[in-house]
């Protein structure tokens, strides 16, 4: 059997061959590339820079996860700067758990410092306004208004408004996290609650 740091060795360089720097590929390209080249397994996400979840052994960031299936190659050791999230097991809400800086990890959680201790707590990040998320934000420091970010717009559901993430105000609120503040129509809006 080979072992876990060799086969990180063989899918690094795997990849640095075959994969085009800043490329978009899909999660069957990746998938198929692995299974020609690799005798083992990988899971997608433990090679992402900002998708990781419990379930996982290890983790090699070579990739960006960029939307649903859809993966950006970095290569191994690339200055990221973003967010790193995960979905805890059979929920559907996003939580943050840390953020890159010039391909610096750091844990929200003080008390974290690598995956593994990670993986060890019981600690689920900061929740995040994801699709799905019922968002409740105060405009201009005192109206409240409720959003349910959708993947379409229109419609009503538990008096949030659907919020298309393809739109102006959606590509604004995904992603932050409560007490995150942004201008809108020409007025500051923090988001009090994320459900």
Not at 107 to 123: A, L
Not at 130 to 143: A, D, F, N
Request: some cysteine; hydrophobic content about 30%; charged content about 25%.
């Amino acid at each position: 059997m080979v072992k876990t740091e060799n086969r990180i060795d063989l899918l690094t360089e795997t990849f640095h061959n075959k994969l085009e720097l800043d490329k978009l590929y899909s999660r069957s390209e990746i998938e198929d590339l692995m299974d020609k080249k690799m005798d083992y397994y990988y899971n997608v996400t433990a090679l992402t820079y900002n998708r990781w979840n419990k379930g996982m052994n290890f983790v090699c960031p070579l990739l960006e996860h960029t939307d649903r299936g859809t993966y950006r190659y970095l290569g191994a050791d690339y200055p990221y700067n973003g967010i790193l999230s995960h979905f805890p097991q059979g929920q559907y809400e996003e939580y943050i758990i840390g953020k890159w800086d010039n391909g610096v990890l750091k844990f929200t959680n003080p008390n974290i410092r690598s995956f593994k201790d990670w993986v060890k707590s019981d600690d689920n990040g900061e929740r995040m306004v994801s699709v799905g998320s019922k968002v409740t934000v105060l405009r201009g420091g005192h109206k409240e208004f409720k959003f349910l970010l959708s993947d379409d717009s229109g419609g009503i559901t538990d008096g949030y408004g659907h919020v298309s993430t393809e739109s102006k105000l959606g590509q604004l609120i995904k992603g932050t996290t409560k007490g995150s503040t942004f201008e809108f129509g020409g007025l500051t809006h923090e988001v009090i609650s994320i459900e």
